[in-house]
């Protein structure tokens, strides 16, 4: 099924590229009781899983077409990868993409950008991301620096892929429109230039926050766990508290890279949020 949302003159399809299983080895903080208890709520073992999915997203108006993330590509096997084949089954052409917003570097959201010979996978794209995010993938002093995200090839990823699309490569402000109506939203911490994407058309406003959550069933109702794999955690949290607030006083839908579902943030239980989904439109 493909999820598809109406944003004004925008049109957002949902791209699932896989579905990865969020442990306690990922939120350390869900080994306790109060994950215990969130996961069992679930219908899942006591000690978790819980599987969330990674996610791209399709961005239409009228015949321009653009992608928001890529999804994993190769990266991580052969049960993810899917976001090109579910664009080609909702009836698109891979070259008909003009543009890839890209909210940050991980792998789980660009390494659907690149074919297996290391050639864009979409070929008449342009590549938007911050400048931050940019720099700090591009900075020859990175690695050495981050030894593990080295030894896991993310900045040799991170790299083909911008060598892919370096003709076509658009570094912005940290709050820049992309297009009309399309802007960048700075939510650093996760990585240094790690951004969200609103769509604001008609009155109605999304927010794709990017990795600010990864876990809905986790972190809503605890937003002070972490996961393992920001940067820098005391802004990553910062962000994510920050957002969050901000979002149960506003009238804005929201999802990611790692939802399921499209809806708006309310308050509930003691400091936590829920997210209420709302149904196709
Ligand atoms: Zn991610």
Redesign the pocket.
Known sequence: MIEEHTIGEFTLVTLLDGIFLCSTDMIKAAASEEGAALFKSAGLPASGPVPEP?NAFLLKKNDELWLIDAGCGRELGPRFGKASAALLSAGYALDQIQGVIISHM?E??VGGLIKEDGSALYPNATLFLSHEELAFWTDPTAPEKHPQMSQAGLFKLANSALTAYAPRIKALPADAHVIPGVSLIPLHGHTPGHSGIQIESGGQRVLIWG?VI?STLLQLRYPHWSIGFDMDPVQALDTRVRLLERLAHEDMLVTG??VMGIGHVHTCCAGGYELKLVSRT
Do not use: S, V
């Open positions: 990674i991980h789980d959201h990795d990864h890279p790692h």
